[in-house]
């Protein structure tokens, strides 16, 4: 057994196994911990040397079953979540490659990958795009509902309609409801986001920039 | 029970006859492992010798531990094994060693775990934390076999054992309310749907236990919106708030946390924790 390159490699891995503070890419760290588990005679024993369990450990070296494509991604950084990695390489490798891109294009999550996973499985046939379309219109939607209490708002209800989907796009608009004296303005979350940039622009707050809109 | 003494069986005069907990060799999975293990084993050899159940000299003797290691064998066409004798135990204790050896190691198939942690339970007398310690599942995980045992039909049950997950067995039972033919009915339903519909169902269920299956699907296939309510302050409030927590430091969320808590007490809502 090489002692320095174990320890090198033991090194790296230490530096590198948490996301937020990564050193090295996952690819890298796969290969070191691919590396160690040889030198040492299994994965149990990485494990006690590193002190990260077994399963987690598996699941960095699961990005060495990854199509090449996807490799090219994680040594670039692109893809640097592993619990990604390790969901993409349970799909075969067609579909794995289709949905890294969507991980990057639509920021398709960990979890909605895990939830698509099983039910790929059982529709084999169906393209993959249609299987993530599928499950992604499952989803509860995200409403961002803004309460203004009637009596602060200065415009009338169909002003603030218009200035509403001015700003933030009719799509993302979802409804507007009176009731018990207040109005409530229902967006989607994409439309909350496009408000708070807005009014980071003309920095004000997000309270504020409500009120500017409904005055 | 001696079994440090090795010694050289041959594979005539041992009989598989279920005190293994495995089941599952004969799916394609595990036969390509068994060739793998053939391969592996006329390379090395045998590493670690079986556990055969019975005494030396008194065949046919039975598998306890190692039942692949066995098959391994007889796929090389070998005359002879490295075996240990556990010497004459009883049932119980041949399961617990097998099942001590195969969780450890490749992943049991559904039946076999069902088999073991069901048999397990009843023996320790539904002492849920014996049969954790002896198996190294979770409470949680051993409540779920053994409700299913008792609660599944056996429909559901068959569906376990061709690879259903008992996610999904466990939502039919639980959306069925105790109604046999509709969890049948709604286990047909449920293979059908995406997680986030699965769920839905078993909150549809929960709210209206008499809703018919059909209802169920079709409310689960609505995507329910999810609402946060964001208050809009008055300008001269909201100004108001921003003095506030620029003269006492503290953000907006712990005024109003303060503010509620103070509100709550006033209004004898809340009561103050005594000392």
């Known amino acids: 057994m090489d002692n320095n390159k174990v320890n090198e490699a033991t090194a790296r891995i230490l530096l590198s196994t948490k996301r937020k503070s990564r050193q090295y890419s996952l690819y890298e760290i796969a290969s070191d911990i691919l590396f160690l588990k040889n030198e040492l005679d299994g994965i149990n024993n990485v494990s ?13 070296l699961s990005v060495l079953k990854l199509p090449t494509k996807i490799l090219e991604l994680i040594k670039q950084r692109k893809i640097e979540s592993v619990s990604i990695a390790h969901t993409l390489s349970k799909f075969n490798d067609k579909d794995a490659i289709q949905l890294a891109h969507l991980v990057l294009k639509e920021g398709l999550t960990s979890q909605e990958l895990r939830i698509i996973l099983p039910f790929r499985r059982k529709n084999l046939n169906e393209p993959i795009n249609n299987i993530v379309k599928r499950v992604l219109d499952s989803k509860n939607i995200k409403v961002s509902v803004i309460r203004i209490s009637e009596s602060n708002l200065k415009c009338k209800s169909s002003e603030l309609e218009e200035r509403v989907i001015k700003l933030i796009g009719k799509e993302n608009l979802l409804a507007i409801v009176s009731s018990n004296s207040n109005i409530d303005l229902k967006i989607t979350a994409g439309g909350e986001k496009i408000i708070r940039e807005a009014a980071k622009g003309q920095q004000l707050s997000f309270q504020d920039f409500i009120n500017k809109i409904i005055n | 029970m001696d079994i440090t003494n090795v010694l050289s069986v041959p594979l005539k005069d041992i009989k598989l006859q279920g005190s293994n907990v495995r089941s599952d060799l004969d799916s394609p999975n595990s036969q390509e492992n068994l060739q793998e293990l053939a391969q592996n084993i006329k390379v090395n050899g045998l590493l670690q010798p079986i556990v055969l159940r019975g005494e030396y000299g008194k065949p046919p003797y039975d598998v306890i531990v190692g039942q692949r290691r066995f098959l391994a064998h007889q796929v090389l066409e070998a005359e002879s094994i490295k075996a240990t004798f556990s010497g004459e135990i009883d049932n119980m204790n041949a399961l617990l060693l097998s099942l001590s050896e195969n ?33 190294g599942f979770s409470i949680r995980m051993i409540r779920s076999y053994v409700r299913i045992e008792e609660q599944a039909t056996e429909k559901i049950k068959d569906l376990l054992k061709k690879g259903l997950s008992m996610a999904d067995a466990k939502r039919a039972i639980d959306a069925a309310q105790g109604d046999k033919e509709k969890a049948d009915a709604l286990i047909d339903e449920i293979m059908k749907l995406t997680t986030y519909e699965k769920k839905r169902l078993v909150e549809s269920s929960n709210k209206n236990p008499k809703a018919s ?3 169920l699907v079709k409310e689960a296939k609505k995507p329910k919106w999810e609402e946060t309510i964001i208050l809009n302050l008055p300008t001269e409030i909201s100004n108001a708030v921003k003095k506030a927590t620029e003269k006492l430091l503290i953000d907006a969320e712990q005024l109003a946390m303060d503010v509620l808590v103070n509100w709550l007490k006033t209004n004898d809502f809340l009561l103050e924790a005594n000392g």
């Open chain 1, 48 to 60: 006690n040397l590193i002190g990260i369990t077994t399963g987690m450990l598996n699941q960095f």
């Open chain 2, 103 to 135: 969780m450890c190691r490749q992943e049991m198939n559904y039946e076999d775990t069902q088999r073991a942690i069901t048999t397990l339970y009843k023996h320790y007398e539904n002492d849920e934390r014996k049969v954790q310690a002896h198996t």
């Open chain 2, 213 to 215: 299956v059909p209802d």
